[in-house]
């Protein structure tokens, strides 16, 4: 997927060669101006989400906030655009320690369509984080649980060893 730059300047040199093309006849001109308009759609339906989640990936929350606040119409993204959408929004939300709006946030993406079951484990995960740390064990103890259903490593087993959510008996 090519950055947003790299998207507005294949949508211009499109057209660009494509008008050129049409105004002289050729309708050749037809196909880079199609082109640039699948380009337009792909913008408005897929965001910055892509390039704010690799953000969030490296641990970078601050310029995964500020990617996403360049999607021009989020309510005009896909489905699975929309759920990475609520899980950035909600790990800005814990970011600001606002816990309400990210556990909000949150099990909206949990819900949503995300891309892999690891990534679901993620987002709970966070919630039970987010949930221990609004006092509520037995609601942590439930999405560590549904994060195990999901995805099960010992990487996340280590991470729930180390919040002391080892396993049930």
Known sequence: MASPWVRLLLIGVGLWIGVTHLERGDAFGWLPVGAALVLVYEHFRRGTVHWAYQAFRRGDIERARRRLAHTPFPKLLRAREQAYRFLLLGAAALRDDDHDTARARLIT?????????????????????????????????????????????????????????GEEE
């Open 109 to 165: 993406a949990f819900e949503g369509r995300l891309r892999s079951p690891r990534d679901r484990a993620i987002v709970a995960m966070i919630l039970t984080q987010v949930e221990r740390e609004a006092g509520r064990e037995d609601h942590a103890r439930r999405w560590a649980k549904e994060s195990r259903s999901h995805w099960r490593d010992a990487e996340i087993e280590g991470v729930f060893a180390r919040m002391g959510l």
